[in-house]
């Protein structure tokens, strides 16, 4: 609520100074005006002590003397002090109600940011039948409104429990801006460090946090066994800095890492979007993303999607709805150093996005819940937190305030929850009396805003004959709609990997690396699947040569048929770009069944579904010459054929190199 008081008294008071102006005070004792302009004078000057005492002073002289006592409001206001501003304020309406209407308007926003939500909506009102100015009954409106919603919200507060989460990931500095990788096991966050720590100490650590005392730097924490934050280190390697780095984001695998650098010599406006990644010797030297994410203005706050190729961002270029807005871009390739590059450049548009500030966005690992921050949507004041979740449309819904406690008159911003979707991280100041500045808190999430589960798959890829480690492509891919719900890469030095597996579905599993067979695997991630247990996967690519073979998961057959199921197109087509990019090697289709039925029946019942995926190949342009097809019935299983879950095992299609 912007303030109108101060300005109108001054603009008044100004014209009065004309000696033949004086009637237009509201008392007409000369001694008394020539104390209140000195009172006038000293506020104007910020001398607030001086100019408490000199504006008493006038009213003891002139007890209903009106200029001062608003004046004095004005000046409680300025301090804060919302209780003795409504009363100096009642004071002056008692002596003439009609002196200045905007007074009511004056006590409602005390009365509001005193948390006297009835008082406030009563002054609203009577200011309303003072006035018959057009913009100030829409602005009495709109604070009715405002005051309403901050009633209703705070009157139903959400159970929520903090945790700080101690003194192995907070300081005595401020914390902030979590980013945590799907496991949990691993915490980046920015801390705000005094620049020179002797200096800090000898000032009792009352330095003002600007650029010339405090840098910003990332740190790291990672779980022990019993899932407890070890104590932080600074980040290894080339990203810190002696700038400021911050608002960082982690990719879900925590192999890669966006953040925001301002004022850098490669800079393509104020702040821009850089990138690191996990390197064996620590994190990579950072490096512009360049355009067309950053641009000529403002971009910060990045958001590096789970599905391993969307970057969502704050901009405040002027092409968007208004203010700092939301922003995506997607990944279109990778330099050879392993840097990506962007394009697909997005508005959120609304109502996401408003026409005032939207900051901090975090899409949950399901793909379709969106937490951000904004003063632009109805809230407690200054930057609320907000959830919007995708229609059956793909649209997002309207924004809804994620309520109180955990939204308030202060801003809340970085929100993140984890992959599970039942806890969530924020940094905020002021929750803990015992600790100094902003710290890193978790609280269980609410059931209504908690996002759909998503589990996780990890583990590491390598050479099948030498052990040695690989940096597998990866790719997760909707059996039902042909969507790919994430690609990731694997670390370029370890061939570890992590991919998001959201649950509600049934995904097709890739993974390849140039020169070997590439694996396939089925995650069937429908019906009830508990987020608390992952999967762990190590995965032995074979060199592409004669007898190399892989089981094709993700071809499937009619009951007791040997016609292909639509879905098997996404397998099958994978096998047909493995041979247009391997033109040399030839295969063998081989077809297998579990044991139900005679040995007769299963040998043409595989042979006939062998030969169906040969159908197929050949329709994709694959020259025969390069397939044969065989059918084995069940005379080669892998697992018993006594339980259901051993014969769909042998139930299986597999290709092998000639």
């Given at each position: 609520m912007k303030r109108i008081l101060f300005l109108f008294v001054m603009v008044a008071l100004v014209m009065a100074e004309d000696a033949n102006a004086q009637e237009r005070y509201s008392i007409s004792n000369k001694r008394a005006i020539k104390i209140y302009e000195q009172g006038r004078d000293e506020y104007a000057a910020g001398n607030y002590d001086e100019a408490k005492v000199l504006l008493e002073k006038a009213l003891k002289r002139e007890?209903?003397?009106?200029?001062?006592?608003?004046?004095?409001?004005?000046?409680?206001?300025?301090?804060?002090?919302?209780?003795?501003?409504?009363?100096?304020?009642?004071?002056?309406?008692?002596?003439?109600?009609?002196?200045?209407?905007?007074?009511?308007?004056?006590?409602?926003?005390?009365?509001?940011?005193?948390?006297?939500?009835?008082?406030?909506?009563?002054?609203?009102?009577?200011?309303?039948?003072?006035?018959?100015?057009?913009?100030?009954?829409?602005?009495?409106?709109?604070?009715?409104?405002?005051?309403?919603?901050?009633?209703?919200?705070?009157?139903?507060?959400?159970?929520?429990?903090?945790?700080?989460?101690?003194?192995?990931?907070?300081?005595?500095?401020?914390?902030?801006?979590?980013?945590?990788?799907?496991?949990?096991?691993?915490?980046?966050?920015?801390?705000?460090?005094?620049?020179?720590?002797?200096?800090?100490?000898?000032?009792?650590?009352?330095?003002?946090?600007?650029?010339?005392?405090?840098?910003?730097?990332?740190?790291?924490?990672?779980?022990?066994?019993?899932?407890?934050?070890?104590?932080?280190?600074?980040?290894?390697?080339?990203?810190?800095?002696?700038?400021?780095?911050?608002?960082?984001?982690?990719?879900?695998?925590?192999?890669?890492?966006?953040?925001?650098?301002?004022?850098?010599?490669?800079?393509?406006?104020?702040?821009?979007?850089?990138?690191?990644?996990?390197?064996?010797?620590?994190?990579?030297?950072?490096?512009?993303?360049?355009?067309?994410?950053?641009?000529?203005?403002?971009?910060?706050?990045?958001?590096?999607?789970?599905?391993?190729?969307?970057?969502?961002?704050?901009?405040?270029?002027?092409?968007?709805?208004?203010?700092?807005?939301?922003?995506?871009?997607?990944?279109?390739?990778?330099?050879?150093?392993?840097?990506?590059?962007?394009?697909?450049?997005?508005?959120?548009?609304?109502?996401?996005?408003?026409?005032?500030?939207?900051?901090?966005?975090?899409?949950?690992?399901?793909?379709?819940?969106?937490?951000?921050?904004?003063?632009?949507?109805?809230?407690?004041?200054?930057?609320?937190?907000?959830?919007?979740?995708?229609?059956?449309?793909?649209?997002?819904?309207?924004?809804?305030?994620?309520?109180?406690?955990?939204?308030?008159?202060?801003?809340?911003?970085?929100?993140?929850?984890?992959?599970?979707?039942?806890?969530?991280?924020?940094?905020?100041?002021?929750?803990?009396?015992?600790?100094?500045?902003?710290?890193?808190?978790?609280?269980?999430?609410?059931e209504n805003f908690r996002p759909n589960p998503v589990l996780y798959v990890k583990g590491t890829v390598f050479d099948a004959e030498t052990g040695e480690m690989l940096p597998a492509d990866f790719e997760l891919i909707n059996l039902e709609n042909e969507e790919i719900i994430v690609t990731s890469k694997g670390n370029r030095f370890s061939g570890q990997f992590l991919v998001c597996l959201p649950t509600g579905g049934e995904y097709a599993f890739k993974a390849g690396h140039p020169g070997y067979l590439f694996y396939s695997g089925n995650f069937n991630l429908k019906g009830e699947h508990p987020a608390d247990k992952p999967y762990h996967l190590d995965i032995g690519l074979q060199p592409i040569k004669k007898g190399a073979s892989v089981r094709l998961e993700n071809v499937f057959f009619e009951t007791d048929s040997y016609a292909l199921k639509p879905q098997s197109k996404i397998e099958l087509n994978e096998v047909v770009a493995f041979l247009k990019n391997n033109p040399e090697v030839r295969i063998m289709i081989e077809g297998h069944t579990d044991n139900t039925g005679t040995e007769e029946y299963n040998i043409e019942l595989s042979r006939n579904r062998a030969r169906s995926v040969y159908d197929y190949l050949i329709g994709q342009g694959i020259s025969e010459k390069r397939l044969e097809y065989r059918g084995y019935g069940f005379s080669r299983p892998l697992d018993t054929n006594e339980t259901e879950a051993g014969r769909a095992k042998n139930r299986r299609t597999e290709i092998r190199i000639l």
């Open positions: 007890p209903e003397f009106i200029e001062p006592l608003l004046l004095l409001g004005d000046l409680f206001h300025s301090q804060g002090k919302w209780e003795k501003e409504i009363e100096i304020l009642e004071a002056a309406l008692r002596i003439d109600s009609t002196f200045f209407p905007p007074t009511y308007l004056n006590i409602a926003t005390a009365a509001f940011n005193a948390g006297n939500y009835n008082q406030s909506l009563d002054y609203l009102v009577r200011y309303k039948r003072m006035t018959d100015n057009e913009n100030a009954q829409k602005r009495a409106d709109n604070m009715i409104r405002h005051v309403t919603f901050v009633k209703n919200t705070m009157n139903a507060p959400y159970n929520i429990d903090l945790k700080n989460e101690g003194p192995n990931v907070n300081s005595d500095f401020d914390e902030y801006w979590p980013s945590l990788t799907a496991d949990e096991q691993t915490m980046v966050i920015t801390v705000l460090v005094p620049r020179d720590m002797k200096l800090f100490h000898e000032k009792g650590g009352d330095l003002p946090k600007s650029s010339m005392f405090f840098q910003e730097d990332f740190y790291v924490s990672h779980t022990d066994s019993s899932e407890k934050w070890q104590p932080r280190t600074l980040l290894n390697g080339k990203i810190n800095t002696g700038s400021n780095e911050g608002a960082q984001t982690l990719s879900a695998d925590g192999n890669w890492m966006f953040f925001t650098g301002c004022g850098r010599s490669d800079a393509k406006g104020s702040c821009d979007i850089y990138f690191s990644q996990k390197t064996e010797n620590g994190w990579s030297a950072p490096v512009n993303v360049g355009a067309p994410v950053n641009s000529p203005f403002w971009e910060s706050q990045p958001h590096f999607s789970a599905d391993g190729r969307t970057l969502y961002f704050i901009s405040s270029r002027p092409d968007g709805v208004g203010g700092k807005d939301i922003w995506k871009a997607t990944v279109t390739g990778t330099k050879e150093d392993g840097t990506p590059y962007f394009g697909n450049l997005k508005n959120l548009g609304k109502p996401v996005n408003t026409p005032q500030d939207e900051n901090s966005p975090f899409l949950h690992h399901d793909g379709e819940t969106l937490y951000f921050s904004s003063n632009g949507h109805q809230g407690l004041g200054g930057m609320d937190v907000f959830i919007s979740q995708k229609t059956d449309s793909a649209q997002w819904s309207e924004p809804k305030n994620m309520g109180y406690p955990l939204n308030s008159q202060k801003d809340e911003t970085g929100l993140i929850v984890t992959a599970k979707g039942n806890r969530a991280y924020f940094a905020t100041d002021g929750k803990n009396a015992a600790t100094k500045g902003k710290d890193i808190y978790s609280f269980e999430l609410p």
